[in-house]
Nanobody
Framework: QVQLVESGGGLVQAGGSLRLSCGAT?????????????AKWFRQAPGKQREWVAL???????NYRQSVKGRFTISADTTSNTMYLQMNNLKPEDTAVYYC?????????WGPGTQVSVSS
């Protein structure tokens, strides 16, 4: 059973940086779930719907929500089942619970989320 767990959230001042990690377990030995499937980061702010933030495709191309372009970078470690979201120049509006997501054979998997809070 594939399980995802996010880490790296916290409280940071506006303009600061955080790097979120998403670790996957339950993966077959020698496989990398984040480089062979489309992987995404989502976030959900209080009182708002969950929204897509960044995605990474199996062949490499990435895409980002317009509001985070140039500030956030999605990547994966090819030697371990770990995905990252580097977040720079954080803004108060980036405050949310951040979730990692991967779709394996059309089945979505989610982590429990990690809180990111940005103070002004």
């Amino acid at each position: 059973q594939v399980q995802l767990v996010e880490s790296g959230g916290g409280l940071v001042q506006a303009g600061g940086s955080l790097r979120l990690s998403c670790g996957a377990t339950g993966i077959a030995s020698g496989s990398n779930v984040f480089t062979t499937n489309t992987a995404k980061w989502f976030r959900q702010a209080p009182g708002k719907q969950r929204e897509w933030v960044a995605l990474m495709t199996p062949h490499g191309p990435t895409n980002y929500r317009q509001s985070v372009k140039g500030r956030f970078t999605i990547s994966a470690d090819t030697t371990s089942n770990t995905m990252y979201l580097q977040m720079n120049n954080l803004k108060p509006e980036d405050t949310a619970v951040y979730y990692c997501n991967v779709e394996i054979q059309m089945k979505p998997y989610w982590g429990p989320g990690t809180q990111v809070s940005v103070s002004s």
